[in-house]
């Protein structure tokens, strides 16, 4: 999941993980993977269950606020698996104190909080990385190869259909999701 081409560093780099809910996993089993290279200094929830079933399997700092965690923490990047409609603020609070920004998609559900993230890492000079975990997919990877080498010819137009979608159970299993505020 994680690729790092950054200046030549003498330590891990550190992360911090806000929201320690189903997404949370992935990047749990990420970093695990990359031990060699980073490591999970912090975690924070509101949620006291998953943060501490996110500290017992991760070993990292638990925090029960954002402020509380950037106050403390010697992460690097702080990456954000909360309902998206949080990730504005919590991105301009993080870049504030000088940490880079991993978030999940969608990065925001409106266009002008985008904005506002990309002017905030801009202005404290950090960086803001959204995950986009099917650009490796092997057939999105096999088309982008195909386009390249200009297989198609030139392109005019292209029509995509996404065929999936996420059950009830999805939605049942947090208030957040499915909502225009949080989830867009």
Known sequence: MYHFESPII???IRFALIGCGRIAQSHFTALKQHDDRAELVSVCDIDANALDAATKLTGAKPFSSLSSMLADTTADIVILTTPSGLHPEQTIEIAASGRHVMTEKPMATRWQDGL????????ANVRLFVVKQNRRNATLQLLKNAVKQGRFGRIYMVNLNVFWTRPQEYYDSA??????EFDG
């Open 116 to 123: 506002r993230m990309v002017k905030a890492c801009d202005d």
């Open 10 to 12: 003498d330590r891990k």
């Open 175 to 180: 208030a957040w999701r499915g909502t225009w």
